[in-house]
Nanobody
Framework: HSLLVESGGGLVQPGGSLRLSCAAS????????VGWFRQAPGKEREGIAC????????KYADSVKGRFTVSRDNAKNTVYLQMDSLKPEDTAVYYC???????????????????????WGQGTSVTVSS
């Protein structure tokens, strides 16, 4: 049974930080690229970061570039999203997703309409508010 579980969400003040985790089980994690997405109420799902299966490549949406950092520990089957300098507009439910890519360098498109991930987590809520 393949599973992705996000954790680490919560309430944080503007300018604060959170680290989200995405724990995987049931599949060959180190052969899968992982993306982070978010969806705010009334808005479409937005791809914000992606990391290759090896962790050597990553990319970010302009909305989070310079503030968020994606990393992974394949020994722990976990991907992280470090979120710094949080803004109220970062408020959303955050999801991770994984897809088999095999090779170590490939990062799928961030646009969720242009790429279909195989596995999705259930989401973790982040609220940025004073």
């Amino acid at each position: 049974h393949s599973l992705l579980v996000e954790s680490g969400g919560g309430l944080v003040q503007p300018g604060g930080s959170l680290r989200l985790s995405c724990a995987a089980s049931g599949f060959t994690f180190d052969k899968h690229a992982v993306g982070w997405f978010r969806q705010a109420p009334g808005k479409e799902r937005e791809g914000i970061a992606c990391i290759s299966s090896s962790g050597r490549q990553s990319k970010y949406a302009d909305s989070v570039k310079g503030r968020f950092t994606v990393s992974r520990d394949n020994a722990k089957n976990t991907v992280y999203l470090q979120m710094d300098s949080l803004k109220p507009e970062d408020t959303a439910v955050y999801y991770c997703a994984a897809d088999f890519v095999g090779g170590s360098w490939y990062t799928p498109p961030l646009d969720p309409t242009k790429y279909e991930y195989e596995y999705w987590g259930q989401g973790t809520s982040v609220t940025v508010s004073s």
